[in-house]
């Protein structure tokens, strides 16, 4: 069984901070790459940010400059230090895990964690 654990989100104020983390128990496969998505309401879900094993990083422009995103890989967790936070970022935050098991690559989702901007 994998679980996938978001934690971290809240409010804040405008310019505020947050730091979202994501923990992954599986003790059976190799995690490859990690990513953060973003849901608001009424829209779809998007790509925010993702790191590989190797610390090999991908943001979107929104993000650059604002976000940051690592990892440790000893505990299988995953971290997004997020700073001068806007409205715009409010949304749920979802991980997503990427397991190495037979041969193939297969993703595990968290349940999300909110993050609520105020202007």
């Known amino acids: 069984q994998v679980r996938v654990v978001e934690s971290g989100g809240g409010v804040v104020q405008n310019g505020g901070s947050l730091r979202l983390s994501c923990a992954a128990s599986?003790?059976?496969?190799?995690?490859?790459?990690m990513e953060w998505y973003r849901q608001s309401p009424g829209k779809q879900r998007e790509f925010v940010v993702g790191?590989?094993?190797?610390?090999?990083?991908n943001y979107i422009q929104s993000a650059k400059g604002r976000f940051t995103i690592s990892r440790d890989n000893a505990k299988k967790t995953m971290y997004l230090q997020m700073n001068n936070l806007k409205p715009d970022d409010t949304a749920v935050y979802y991980c997503?895990?990427?397991?190495?098991?037979?041969?193939?690559?297969?993703?595990?989702w968290g349940q999300g964690t909110q993050v609520t901007v105020s202007s």
């Open positions: 997503k895990v990427e397991l190495l098991r037979s041969g193939g690559v297969y993703p595990y």
């Open positions: 599986s003790s059976l496969f190799p995690i490859n790459d």
């Open positions: 790191i590989t094993k190797d610390g090999l990083t």
